[in-house]
Each structure stands twice: as structure tokens, then as C-alpha cells.
């Protein structure tokens, strides 16, 4: 990027990028230097292994050609547009300049669709905290393919599905609204760092009026709460989540017919009566207890399970594995999505290790101790601060999955962070931050954990799930744990992945003989 600032400078200098074949890095890089030179003429050189020197050479002809008429040809610029944006104090500017707070009724946000009950918690907790959450928009491939007209095709899946779903909401909404997309950031390999700042450029370029994409955090004053208060509203939602994401495929295997679409009713119930978190809280025990009474074939601790790993974007729903799921149900083996819950640990422990590691010191007592005695320094106080965050998730994931106990369908027990962390971090530098190292992590631990396989679902073009299949592929099959790796293009699953499916089945159900589970 510094390479444009310069070619912006100089009205006869003109930039030429030169790219590797399928570079995801490159895919986003690229679209900013479409919209960062405007009408300025840039040329991209994408270099295969088979690339010839004559394409090369027309290709740089016509770039000195275009060059040449651009030169002749001054482009006028485009008349202006605002962009609607989030600014501090818990307010939208909208793109006549009006400024809203985000708590008017006119404002609703929406959260991307990855998972249905992630994405229906998450609209109930940002309701409890007085925002008004926009109507679900269900995860559907013409999104994938609204999105794919939009983009290069070489940017990991997520971002068309994102991109589709915008254009959605951005379609179906009322006359007057202005609405908000939730848009995460996250760090490198992982380019979800530069999703923020694509979607960004995306609706200025297509003029969309308030629309504007939201992410809590400092500079924005936590959209106007108290960053503690907020955590306290989202945890519950995503612990709730992921609980009902696990009882939900239990059920796919051991329920008695109906008994899903029970699940699904009680759960709307639950959903329309829990209007603040008090209610919430209060209403659990007795929506536990109606799905304790939820019939079933068997136990579910005498089923093989095998954990899901990988993106979280791809691991919940099965739009991203069509038909697979029901594969390993019907031969009674229940798939167990790793938690959302399980990143928001790693995000809170991530900053811990990183502190402990320059006393030379791992997270845990000693490391509290020193960071007491440091409390009045930066180091030290952030330390007790992210201690603190991650000790209140752990106690509260402890505490919903307890009370879910009751239902007898829980297969899993709370996270073990600091444990998946330890192993990841054997493989993946700590320093990396994002999904690979505790995608590794778990991987790793899948065996002591007691499952009898493993699913490594990544979405199309996403680095980090490469690097982790690389790095889990050999160590699994040395441990002699079944794994299967996909990587979801979002369409449906071909024949030769089929096949490599009841291939992996068996294995696992081998596995699950082997280590005594009784099949019922
Ligand atoms: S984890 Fe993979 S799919 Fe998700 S944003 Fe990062 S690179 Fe893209």
C-alpha cells in the first residue's frame, strides 16, 4: 500500500502488482488498489507455474497503451456520497449527515447468518441491551451467488456469503430504516483484518445509503455501553448457542421422531418470552426441564462422536457440508461443532499468554501473582484485566452447561482453553493469532477429550484452515485418530468426497469399537 500512496503522489508514475496464482492475501490487496487509484490505470500480474513470457509482454503492451489514452483523457470525478458510519456515544451518522442514536427504532442491526441459533441468540441479547435487531436473514446460496458477482472469487467464502447477505437486508428493508451489519476484525494469517475496511469500501462504491457495519470496541466507545455490561448480555447468548447447536445434533441421533421439531418449538417459545436477560436467566430451569423430557432411542454418551473443528464460519451449519451431517447420524455417530464460546476464551487467554510469556512464565497462579505486584504498571493491570474477562466466560460456560447437564443430552463438558492452547502452541506459534492455533490445539486434544474422530471444515481459500490441515492431517493419522478434511466452496459436495466420507465413518466407528462404546 505503500507503492499506491506513491503512484497517487505522482500524476506519471503508474503501479504494477505482481501476484502468485490464488494468493487470498493478494485477492483482498487487490481490492483495495481498485479502489484506492479510482480512474488511475494499475495492472496486476497474477504469475502460475505455466505463465508464458508472451502474455506477459501483450499484457504489459496493452497496460502501456491504456496508459497512453489515459493520459490523453482526464476522467471526471464521481459526485460525492457519505457513507453512513458508527461514531462515539452509541450514535449512527447517517449519510445525509442526521445523527441517530443506534437505540431509535428506525436503526436495526443484523448479525452474518453462519449458524441459526447463533445468529437468533445473538439478535435476542442486543434486544436485552435496548438495540433492535433486524429480521433473520437465513443463510441461502443465492446469497453466495449475489456476493460472488461482487467480489473476485478468490477471497475466502465468508466474504461473498457476508457481502450477499448485506445485499439482502439491504433489499428488504423498510422505508426509512437504517441498518446496521455486524462485521468482525481479526488478525493475520487470517484476513478477516481486512473484511472491516472491504465492506467499507464496498458501500461507498455501491452508494448504499444508511447502511452502516458495527463492531464494539474502543474507538467506537463499545457503540455507546459499558464494555463489561456487554459481555455480560453476549456471553450468556453465545453459551446458550452453542449448547443448543450440541443437543440439536445429540438429538439427530437419539431422539425419538419429532423430537427435533420439538426441540425447535421449545425453543421458539423460550426465545419470545425472554425479553431482558432477568427473564432469561429466570425462565432456563424450566425450559431445561421440558427438554429433559424430550424422547429418545438411547443414551447419548453410548454414541461415537467426532468433533467438528475449523472456521467457525463453516463448522455450524450444514449449508457448508450438504447431506454430510445426516451421513454420520444415520450411522449413529453425533458431530460436535467446537463451541463459539471456545474462541472467545482463546481471544481473552490469547493476550494473557502473551503478557506471561515476556516474564517467562506460562497464565496461571504464579503468573496472577506477578501481575499484582505489577498492578500499577500497563502490563500488569491489562493482565488482571484479561484475567478477570476470561476467569467470568469460563465461570459462566460452566455454569449454563451445568444447568443443561440436566437434560442428559450434553455430550461435551466446558472448554479447556489453557489445555487446547498448550497443545496448539507445541505446533503453531503463539504469536499468530486467530483460529489456527486453537484449531490445532483441539485437534490434538480430541483423543484425551474421548471423541472417536475428527472434521476439519474450512471454507474456501482460508489460510489458516490450509495451514491446520496441514499441520493435524499427519499428527491424527499418527495417533491414530480418524480425521476428514473439507474444504467448502459452499456448493454441493461432489461424489469423490462421498466416498472419502464412508471411508471416515467407518474408521470411526471402528474407532468407537476399539475404545468399548456399546452401540445401542
Ligand atoms: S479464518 Fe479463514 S475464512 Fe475466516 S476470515 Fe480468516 S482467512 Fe477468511
Known sequence: MNAVGIAKQHPNLFLLSVSN????????????????????????????????????????????????NY???????????TRCRVVPGGRVIRSNGESVPLTDPRVKVYFPNFSPYHTRTLALAVGWLGLHPGALVPLDRTQLEKGLQHTSGRECLPLPICIGQLLQIHEHRQPGEIAG?????????????????????????????????????????????????????????????????????????????????????EWERFAQGARSLDEFNAALPAFVERLAHLPRTKDPHTCPRVVVAGDFFTRFSSFFMDGVRDLYAERGIILKPVDLSELFLYIAYHPMAETAGTWGMKPGGLALAKACTRIFQPEGKEYIQHWMGYQTLKHEEERYRGLFHETGLLVAGPNAVSSIFERGAEHVSPAIYGELLPTVGKGLEAAHEGYDGMLVIGPFNCLPYRISEAILKPLSIQQ??????????????SPSVLRQVDVHIQQVLEHAARNHVTQG
Do not use: W
Open 181 to 265: 451489519f455486524y462485521m468482525l476484525q481479526g488478525g493475520a494469517p487470517c484476513v478477516s483484518d481486512a473484511y472491516m475496511g472491504y465492506f467499507e469500501r464496498f458501500l461507498t462504491e455501491q452508494r448504499l445509503t444508511d447502511l452502516f457495519l458495527f463492531n464494539p470496541q474502543q474507538d467506537n466507545d463499545f457503540l455507546g455501553f459499558d464494555k463489561y455490561a456487554l459481555a455480560q448480555h453476549l456471553s450468556p447468548a453465545i453459551i446458550l448457542a452453542d449448547i443448543l447447536v450440541e443437543i440439536d445434533h445429540v438429538l439427530r441421533v437419539v431422539g425419538h421422531q419429532g423430537a427435533l421439531d420439538q426441540l425447535r418449538d
Open 21 to 68: 496464482f490464488s494468493c487470498t492475501i493478494d485477492a483482498f490487496t487487490h481490492s483495495m488498489l481498485a479502489s484506492e487509484m479510482g480512474s488511475k490505470p494499475y495492472l496486476v500480474l497474477e504469475i502460475d507455474a505455466h505463465t508464458a513470457d508472451a502474455g506477459v509482454q501483450t499484457r504489459l503492451e496493452a497496460f502501456l497503451d491504456i496508459i497512453h
Open 71 to 81: 493520459r490523453e483523457v482526464q476522467t471526471i470525478g464521481a459526485y460525492p456520497f
Open 480 to 493: 491414530g485418530m480418524p480425521i476428514l478434511t473439507y474444504e467448502s466452496d459452499g456448493y454441493a459436495v
